[in-house]
């Protein structure tokens, strides 16, 4: 009596289906940690903590910026998604105020610019220390005045910052939004639980073929 043939593959039920979901869905968090997380560190792995106070605080003039619309559409399936039109885009302007600060490190003390953290995403374009452009010249003004008074609030006092310890940026930014700890835990944790749901599918896999034979 001949044996039956062995089938390669494995019959998916519901349990390997959702062990297979699961694992799908810890790829597309290593995907998002790695866009996001990842991305955002590497900008800012460089700078280390150190101690500021303000020296200065200066208008010099209205800084101009683009703002596009953000529309949504709904897509065959009924879900929303956004579409940019560059037609829409419109230029808009906002105060442009350089704060200096006196900083103290480890490595020496220094003064130079601070900057909020998304304006320092954007040093390349602006030599301003707070940068907006959600909405008309009013609009941005009142953001940009709002953020002023927080700063001057602060008086002579010292506050927490960051500079680049390389000196390839000669700046100073208010905080650090992910440290080597997120990036760490950011990828560990979804990479760890991918490949053990893509072992116990594989071992899921490998008993329910035996069974069979």
């Known amino acids: ?126 030599d301003c220390s707070f940068y907006t452009c959600d909405g008309e010249a009013e609009e941005n003004t009142e953001i940009v005045e709002e953020f002023i008074k927080e700063v001057q609030a602060r008086g002579s006092k010292a506050f927490t910052c960051f500079h680049d310890v390389t000196g390839t940026m000669s700046a100073a930014i208010g905080w650090i939004k992910y440290t080597r700890s997120d990036v760490l835990l950011g990828m560990t944790i979804p990479g760890v639980l991918t490949l053990l749901f893509l072992c116990i599918l594989i071992f899921r896999c490998w008993v329910l073929n035996r069974k069979k034979y």
């Open 1 to 126: 009596m001949s044996k039956p043939s062995r089938s390669a593959g494995c019959k998916w039920g519901m349990y390997e289906f959702l062990i297979g979901l699961l694992a799908i869905c810890g790829i597309v968090a290593l995907a998002w940690v790695g866009h996001t997380v990842m991305r955002q560190y590497m900008y800012t792995k460089d700078f280390h903590e150190a101690s500021c106070t303000i020296a200065n605080i200066s208008n010099i003039g209205n800084a101009e910026c683009q703002s596009c619309a953000v529309e949504t559409e709904r897509t065959k399936d009924g879900k929303r998604r956004k579409k940019e039109r560059e037609t829409e885009c419109e230029d808009y302007t906002y105060p442009c105020y350089v704060i200096l600060v006196n900083l103290t490190a480890a490595d020496g003390n220094e003064s130079t610019v601070f900057y909020q953290p998304t304006a320092a995403h954007s040093l390349d374009t602006s």
